[in-house]
């Protein structure tokens, strides 16, 4: 069974970086959309950032500029570089994959259990 792992959240001072990463284990045959959405208690979850199989990518308007997205294909990881973070940056985040498994003839959309992050002035 695939398990998406996230990790990397924790508590910054306004102005400071976090680094989050998001791996995929299991019987992976390929991965296609990957990125990372937050969500407020009480919320709707919104997108962040998203980023192809081929590289493009795409911002909410809230963090482009200061968010960058990138993916490592070998290790199945996803990563969100979080600089000049801000108060309104605190939310927990969640990585998202759509994942193609040995065997299967579909891709399945697949969640991280949610890290969060939390900024103080």
């Known amino acids: 069974q695939v398990q998406l792992v996230e990790s990397g959240g924790g508590l910054v001072q306004a102005g400071s970086a976090l680094t989050l990463s998001c791996r995929a284990s299991g019987y992976i045959f390929s991965i296609n959309v990957m990125g990372w959405y937050r969500q407020a208690p009480g919320n709707q979850r919104e997108l962040v950032a998203t980023?192809?199989?081929?590289?493009?990518?795409n911002y909410a308007d809230s963090v482009k500029g200061r968010f960058t997205i990138t993916r490592d294909n070998a290790l199945n990881t996803i990563y969100l570089q979080m600089d000049s973070l801000k108060p309104e940056d605190t939310v927990v985040y969640y990585c998202?994959?759509?994942?193609?498994?040995?065997?299967?003839?579909?891709?399945?959309?697949?969640w991280g259990q949610g890290t969060q992050v939390t900024v103080s002035s």
């Open positions: 998202y994959e759509e994942i193609l498994g040995f065997g299967a003839e579909r891709y399945i959309n697949y």
């Open positions: 980023i192809t199989r081929g590289g493009s990518t």
